[in-house]
């Protein structure tokens, strides 16, 4: 695969996942009283931001998007509703959410120092924007662990 297709289809996934996983977890705490529930919405807003970013791009380099299977997304929905059945706090939350940005920095990072000079300018830039987010949101969680 062309090693801009792959980066620029890993940015669209990570963010597109990261919207229906974030979604999930504000539907999940919906009618809760946690105090991280803002931070949460504007994780949201960020990925979505980076959904409408990276189509424009795919669009741009004529790559079609792949959507992860439905079996990926009914697990990943399952394990974060248990995870939330047994502990709900602000603390297991952003507990939760450090992990899952922690995991993509490291992927994202790895496919950044990879791809350097082979990518698009414009899709490089995207990628390290998007390791920004997660780096952004780690220190905001910080605060509720």
Avoid: H, Q
Wanted: proline letters at 1%; one cysteine or more.
């Amino acid at each position: 695969m062309d090693k801009n297709n792959e980066l620029l289809l890993y940015i669209y996934e990570n963010a597109s996942m990261g919207v229906k996983s974030t979604t999930e977890l504000i539907n999940i705490l919906n009618g809760k009283d946690n105090k991280i529930k803002k931070i949460v919405e504007d994780e949201l807003k960020g990925y979505e931001e980076f959904v409408k970013k990276s189509k424009k791009l795919l669009k741009k380099y004529k790559v079609e998007p792949k959507e992860k299977g439905i079996m990926a997304n009914i697990m990943a929905s399952m394990s974060m509703k248990m995870e939330m059945i047994k502990d709900n706090s602000d603390a297991r939350v952003a507990d939760m959410l450090t992990k899952g940005f922690t995991m993509g920095n490291i992927d994202i990072s790895k496919r950044i120092d990879r791809f350097e000079g082979e990518c698009e300018k414009d899709i490089l830039e995207l990628a390290k924007e998007l390791l920004g987010f997660g780096k952004e949101n780690i220190k905001l969680l910080k605060e509720y662990l």
